[in-house]
Nanobody
């Protein structure tokens, strides 16, 4: 069973950086693609980034390309989201997600498990 626990959220000024971490205590980390979604107040949950099971293929939403970077450490069962040049519009609850398959995913329907979420707030 997959259990995802996020950390690393917080309050940061515009232009700053944060790194989110997600530890998978389950048994499927090494065989599943992993990803991040976010949900701002009053908006639907949206894709941010995903990485394949082996880490060789990554996908990022257009809104974060060049600023955010997803990576994974299989030995630590951990996936990261490095967020640079943060802007107020990046403010949201960020959710870690384990995919149903090995390839990166962008749709909520492709998610098998969710973390509890971590709040990221960017002040102007």
């Amino acid at each position: 069973q997959v259990q995802l626990v996020e950390s690393g959220g917080g309050l940061v000024q515009a232009g700053g950086s944060l790194r989110l971490s997600c530890v998978d205590s389950g048994r499927t980390f090494s065989t599943s693609a992993m990803g991040w979604f976010r949900q701002a107040p009053g908006k639907e949950r949206a894709f941010v980034a995903a990485v394949s099971w082996a880490g060789g293929t990554r996908d990022h939403a257009d809104s974060v390309k060049g600023r955010f970077s997803i990576s994974r450490d299989t030995a630590k069962n951990t996936v990261y989201l490095q967020m640079n040049s943060l802007q107020p519009e990046d403010t949201a609850v960020y959710y870690c997600a384990a995919g149903r398959h090995r390839s990166p995913f962008t749709q909520i329907s492709e998610v098998a498990s969710w973390g509890q979420g971590t709040q990221v707030t960017v002040s102007s």
